[in-house]
């Protein structure tokens, strides 16, 4: 796979994880404020988010190897 590849990948896949990872965040903000359990899914969804920042990050090391 080329660097330029990888870097599509890692960035897309970032980003989707990054949104994903909101989304599971604010559900467990919605769960809280109608008094549900909102601890166990507001962990996943900010492990998700951190996993998405993380693969961006990635991304962002074979953008800089790109030029």
């Not at 990054?18 to 962990?43: H, L, M, N, Q, Y």
Request: net charge positive; proline share 1%.
């Amino acid at each position: 796979m080329t660097t330029k590849t990888k870097w599509l990948v890692y960035a897309i896949g970032g980003l989707i994880l990054i949104g994903a990872g909101v989304s599971i965040v604010g559900e467990a903000i919605v769960r809280k404020a109608a008094a549900d359990p909102w601890f166990w899914i507001g962990t996943a969804g900010l492990v998700v988010l951190n996993a998405g920042v993380s693969v961006f990050g990635q991304a962002v090391v074979f953008r800089s190897r790109l030029t």
